[in-house]
């Protein structure tokens, strides 16, 4: 079966501190993987995405992700997050075969809480 | 990237009655998708409404619960029929764009059913 987990359902840090939103997911085919973003009340952005390529990618807020195939898994990484971080973060997978389509499979979501 | 817009942006309403959401798209888009994401939980895929054909539900999801239409490349609406309390949720709407091979998300809806 092909699905997504996201380990932790709440990540409470303090400010300046690093940290690490967990993602793994299940599958026999290959896969896109998705980092999505959502602030209180908001819409859903896209923070970074693996399609090929280098395993770590990078998003202009300085979160970081790595592609791992061996142990199926893409977490989130910040070395110093900020109270403007605060946010609902959901791990998404679009998996590559012709009867999926474009549709995504999302986590559970993670809620980040940074504190001063 | 495409710019999406939804309308209600909320709405409260009564159980029984229906309601149907808009979403509107600033560029030709052929493949669009309706997502649920009940109370404190992640995303669910209502359906894909791609345009030229009719919507495909997922599991657990029927047109006659929630009829889509999709009239042009630009647009479509979501109808939440018949609401119970169970059908509070945002319901967003989000395009598949081939060239960025990402989908990109509106703003969603609000709906509380009392």
């Known amino acids: 079966a092909q699905s997504v987990t996201q380990l932790d359902s709440q990540v409470p840090v303090f400010e300046e501190a690093p940290v690490e939103l967990r993602c793994n997911y299940s599958s026999s085919v290959s896969v896109y993987l998705f980092w999505y973003v959502q602030y209180p009340n908001q819409g859903l952005q896209l923070l970074l995405k693996?399609?090929?390529?280098?395993?770590l990618v990078e998003s202009i807020n300085g979160f970081e992700a790595e592609f791992n195939k061996s142990q199926t898994s893409f977490h989130l990484r910040k070395p110093s997050v900020h109270i403007s971080d605060t946010a609902e973060y959901f791990c998404?997978?679009?998996?590559?075969?012709?009867?999926?389509?474009?549709?995504?499979?999302f986590g559970e979501g993670t809620q980040l809480t940074v504190n001063p | 990237s495409a710019v999406i817009s939804q309308k209600p942006s909320r709405d409260i309403c009564q159980r029984g009655t229906s309601l149907t959401i808009q979403c509107q798209v600033d560029?030709?888009?052929?493949?669009m998708f309706w997502y649920r994401q009940q109370p404190g939980q992640s995303l669910t895929l209502i359906a894909t409404a791609n345009q030229g054909s009719e919507a495909t539900y997922e599991s657990g999801f029927v047109i006659d619960k929630f009829p889509i239409s999709r009239p042009n490349l630009t647009f479509s609406t979501l109808t939440v029929s018949n609401m119970s309390p169970e059908d509070s949720s945002i319901y967003l709407c989000?395009?598949?764009?081939?060239?960025?091979?990402?989908?990109?998300f509106g703003p969603g809806t609000r709906l509380t059913v009392l």
């Open positions: 989000s395009v598949g764009l081939l060239l960025y091979n990402e989908q990109f």
């Open positions: 560029s030709q888009v052929t493949m």
């Open positions: 693996y399609l090929s390529g280098s395993t």
């Open positions: 998404a997978v679009r998996f590559r075969k012709e009867t999926s389509g474009s549709r995504l499979t």
